[in-house]
């Protein structure tokens, strides 16, 4: 390699494997570079404003989800990081590195989303979803999975290869394309997982929740996509065009859109309705009220006051009759009721007799001018014994 010049863009102390990070006549590993490099800023930016959002999350059921959205959000970043990986020329390190990270990072993103598609299932049949510690561990334990079965593989493949007369130095690379593919066959499971679970989701009630299950199953329908493209053309598609150098390129394209693909469709829609308020805070169920009403006793008592009698009897100032058992005194306060004296009117025996008073004043006041009028047709004139008579009459 050292009689090789090096390509345009690059320089003369870079080493051959790194050619494809700068060389401008190919272009296909500088795009796919700058790809990556703002999808790690991306992720990192988007991570920082999920942290800062937090305490402004009201929703709780939203606030359960973060730890799965972050958890995505850090593998979508490792794929952005694996990008590179395919960029660079093929050597133990990068090879190993290809083979064990990329299922175990997409086995990471797509357990995330099946837990949350899951959770939105249960909170549509039982009305609570499970908490999100359970849901963090779940998928946890989807993706330990895949951790494993890539390690045995690894394992199997590499450190315990039969031994050789011939040393391979680069024995991690010496890998089949269909032999790869066949080792991403649980991360296909997941996929189906996924839009599964986000299938189920899409009869919720609440409009937001419906939306958080249509994110997820578009993101899910993409994912699919890219891998029907990108396994078609690994195996089938760039044999038959005579271009199986295009293998490398062919799966960096794929981890840098996938790993896109999380992020638009998912991710920062998520973001953007963390803040969001509960649904169900704001539209109590049927049949149930925020304030309790009043009882209904309550509510007659104030609306319909017990009728009173306006002439009762005060026994207070009674002075005729003694009461019927004398060893119980009866308290002048016995009718009380509760209400205000202003409410019912209750007379006593001075405002009785007073009202009696006047009653027979204007009573004398009408009747004067009767007995003058008798006293004068029955003596025939005004003289002075009429006139003393019907005085008489009007002192009597």
Known sequence: MSSTSPPKGCGSNISSIYYNLCDLTTLWGVVVEAVATAGVMTSFILFIILMA???????????????????????????????????????????????????????????????????????????????????????????????????????????????????????????????????????????????????????????????????????????????????????????????????????AVTVASNAWVFLVFYIIPEICFLTQVDPDLEEPHDGEHVYPARSLAYDITLKEPAPQNLNIENKAFHMDESPADPTKPVSPYGIYNGQLRSCVYQPTEIALITKGLKMQAIGLHRSLPLLLHQSLSGHGGLGCGGYGVAQQRVEK
């Open 53 to 251: 959002s937090l305490p402004f999350v009201t929703d709780k059921k939203r606030k359960g989800m973060v730890a799965l959205q972050a958890s995505i959000l850090i593998f979508t970043l490792g794929l952005f990081s694996l990008t590179f990986a395919f960029i660079v020329g093929q050597y133990s390190t990068s090879c190993a590195a290809r083979r064990f990270l990329f299922g175990v990072l997409f086995s990471g993103c797509l357990a995330c989303l099946m837990m949350h598609g899951l959770w939105l299932t249960l909170l549509k049949r039982s009305g609570r979803g499970p908490r999100s510690w359970l849901l963090w561990l779940g998928a946890l334990g989807l993706w330990l999975v895949e951790v494993i079965i890539n390690t045995e593989w690894l394992v199997l493949t590499v450190v315990w290869s039969p031994p050789r007369k011939i040393v391979v130095p680069d024995l991690s690379c010496r890998i089949d394309n269909k032999d790869f593919v066949m080792a991403l066959i649980y991360v296909m499971i997941l996929m189906a997982g996924v839009v599964l679970m986000a299938s189920l989701s899409l009869s919720h009630k609440h409009k937001q929740w419906r939306r958080d299950g249509a994110f997820i199953l578009v993101t899910g329908l993409f994912t699919i996509a890219l891998w029907v493209a990108w396994i078609t053309m690994y195996i089938h598609g760039n044999r038959v065009s005579g271009n199986p150098s295009w293998d490398d390129p062919t799966l």
